[in-house]
């Protein structure tokens, strides 16, 4: 069975339902997943008159619930009204209204396990929290729904940037950047790296907050007194976990490449050089128990209507959400039920995991079972 995907449209005067279309008309798509639309057939239709003569003719199955979800075509379930006044490139009220609407219905569809993915296509912070205030973005709002700790990450193939501090005034971070945060966000990090990407012992580079790491001490004291020794817990309970490192030559040098993933303090310390490498990256938020992409720019105000978007990075999200998807059901069902071992010494003190044989009653080390 096809998973569905949930793709909530974002800012009705946005790029989000002209990266959403292209991407979805991709014959392929529909090959591996049955997309659902939240938003409004007759607002998309005005975005569709900006578009070139070959998306013209693009028709929705309108549904009510996602069950109802056919294969092969472009559903939409709505999520406001056909009134809704549209202004391509325009901050609105009402467009922040719509873009939350259709991000709850989505939501409480996976709540409901009605599918099984949530693509979200950008939309504004500020109008968004006008309609409800104290919203700061899709990664804190989709935390608070579902009762998990959450954490930013931008992937583009084997790069992947993850964050302490998201959406931070700058003049906050210093603050934020604790010992156990750190920690916590390094644990966030390493499980989604094994369950969503398959990799059985990622290495994991983190980055310093100050410039050229503090430089022992004279250009603030955070690495030495904070990052390091989270650092150093993460090692003992058995994280590979490096640095802390100086941000601008650790990418300047291509260093990264020899990592799975980078922590960066902040937002814009790993941001700035992830879209200066690519734009057409997937924004992922691990620790959730849903799987949720996006595309990683913003609404596009500028080329809202010029048909000028890339769906490259919509594309992206859509296939990373079906990759998740499936290496998550993969992990699980190797990790459901894990022979019992206990932990002795060898002969030089250290210590080794025994897994219980019940034919033999013997112990194996996991050397040998390896």
């Known amino acids: 069975m096809k998973p569905i995907v949930a793709i909530t449209a974002g800012d009705t005067n946005g790029v989000g339902y002209e990266v959403i279309i292209k991407a979805l008309l991709a014959g392929y798509m529909f090959e591996i997943m049955r997309p659902v639309v939240y938003g409004n057939a007759a607002v998309a239709k005005k ?5 070139a003569e070959e998306y013209h003719n693009v028709t ?11 294969d092969g075509r472009l559903n939409l379930i709505t999520c406001y009204t056909d009134e809704m006044p549209v202004q391509l490139g325009t901050a609105m009220p009402e467009a922040g209204k719509a873009a939350l609407a259709s991000l709850e219905r989505a939501c409480r569809d996976l709540k409901a396990g009605k599918v099984q993915a949530l693509v979200t296509a950008p939309l504004n912070k ?11 973005g899709h990664t804190e709002y989709l935390a608070e729904q579902f009762g998990n700790d959450q954490l930013m990450m931008l992937c583009s193939g084997n790069l992947r940037v993850a964050l302490v501090c998201n959406h931070v005034a700058l003049s906050e971070i210093p603050a934020q950047i604790t010992e156990e945060r750190i920690l916590a966000k390094l644990k966030l990090l390493n499980n989604s790296l094994k369950r969503d990407f398959g990799l059985e012992k990622p290495r994991i580079a983190i980055l310093a907050l100050n410039p050229h790491a503090g430089d022992q001490g004279l250009l603030g004291k955070e690495e030495q007194e904070i990052i390091a020794p989270a650092i150093q817990k993460a090692n003992e309970q058995g994280l590979w976990a490096f640095g802390p490192y100086a941000a601008d030559g650790f990418f ?14 902040y937002h814009d310390q790993g941001l700035i050089p992830f879209k200066t490498l690519d734009m057409s990256g997937v924004n992922f938020t691990a620790g959730l128990s849903i799987v949720r ?27 990373m959400a079906i990759d998740v998807l499936r290496q998550r059901e993969e992990y699980d069902e190797l990790t ?4 019992p071992f206990i932990v002795r010494e060898d002969r030089e003190g250290k210590p080794r995991r025994e897994f219980i044989d019940f034919k033999t009653t013997k112990y194996n080390d996991d050397k040998q079972r390896d």
Request: proline share 7%; charged share 20%.
């Open 47 to 51: 975005h569709i008159s900006t578009l």
């Open 126 to 136: 500020e109008t968004v929290a006008q309609a409800r205030p104290g919203f700061k």
């Open 293 to 319: 992409t996006s595309p990683d720019h913003g609404t596009g105000y500028d080329i809202a209507g010029k048909d000028q978007a890339d769906p490259s990075s919509m594309r992206n999200a859509l296939f």
């Open 336 to 339: 459901a039920d894990p022979l």
């Open 252 to 265: 300047g040098s291509g260093h990264f490449n020899h990592f799975d993933a980078v922590l960066a303090m």
């Open 60 to 70: 929705w199955n309108l549904i009510d619930t996602p069950e109802q979800a056919k």
